[in-house]
């Protein structure tokens, strides 16, 4: 059974949301790492993205871009491939067919959007800082530069840490109250009074709620339990050097 999910019945374009199956990768980047700026092997980590392409698009020849992600609210247009030129961002949009967008993740949120009717989609990285600093709503409104009109946009969350295996501080949790004290419930009680347990799906999911898009699918997948997934947390638990990173992405069709 592949481990590779999309959601046809939610977005028409061309987009998955990759596991870590099918790669060429070895060691403890073993399948799909799609993360140029982890420290395998470059060569892999380009077959793999061209694997990637011809899972989403159907050719390996297919542009696949994607950014220098920093856990930030910044947000690029794509008019064109860079290559490995990647700017500095956590999302990105087009309105251009052709080119797929990449967002590569390792326990982070990714998600997917589409305006069907005015032909514009967007992927974006959505850890905890950047879902509180705004990166959904900017994404929104970005799509709304390109045509798109907000209440004809649907979105996809992907693969990321659950609830269960995310373990914060109580000062984690103070940053968001601090913003909203409505976001104390996604916070629950950890293992003792100084931890708590952060469902960051939930909160991605309240934050497109926010942007007022018009519909909202979660894959509910963890992550940090599913071996077939990269996991950053996963991998610090066990010591291991590095990580890999799964890519979920999108395009037009030409």
């Not at 920093?70 to 690029?76: A, F, K, M, R």
């Not at 601090?178 to 100084?194: H, R």
């Not at 638990?237 to 979920?248: K, M």
Request: net charge negative; charged share 20%; proline share 5%.
């Amino acid at each position: 059974m592949t481990l590779h999910l999309n959601f046809p019945d939610l977005i028409s374009a061309p987009h998955g949301f990759l596991s870590r199956q099918g790669g060429v990768s070895t060691g403890i980047y073993d399948g799909l790492n799609c993360g140029p700026g982890s420290k395998d092997d470059p060569d892999n980590v380009r077959e793999n993205r061209r694997i990637a392409a011809s899972l989403i698009a159907g050719r390996r020849d297919t542009p696949l871009v994607s950014a220098y992600q920093i856990h930030s609210d910044d947000v690029v247009v794509v008019s064109s491939d860079w290559g490995e030129d990647r700017p500095k961002a956590d999302a990105m949009v087009t309105n251009r067919p052709g080119i797929i967008l990449g967002i590569l993740t390792a326990d982070c949120t990714p998600i997917l959007f589409e305006d069907r009717s005015a032909g514009v989609v967007a992927a974006a990285h959505a850890g905890w800082k950047g879902a509180l600093s705004g990166v959904i709503e900017n994404t929104v409104t970005a799509m709304e530069t390109c045509g798109a009109d907000r209440a004809n946009i649907v979105a996809a969350i992907g693969p990321t840490i659950q609830q269960a295996s995310y373990e914060v501080g109580s000062d984690f949790e103070a940053r968001f109250v601090d913003v909203d004290p409505y976001f104390a419930g996604f916070f629950m009680p950890g293992q003792d009074a100084d931890h708590r347990q952060f469902n960051l799906p939930a909160f991605v999911e309240h934050q497109l709620g926010a942007a007022n898009v018009a519909k909202v699918v979660n894959s509910g997948i963890d992550t940090y339990a599913s071996e077939d997934h990269f996991s950053y947390r996963r991998t610090t638990h066990r010591g291991e050097a590095d990580y890999g990173r799964q890519l979920s992405g999108i395009m037009l069709a030409r």
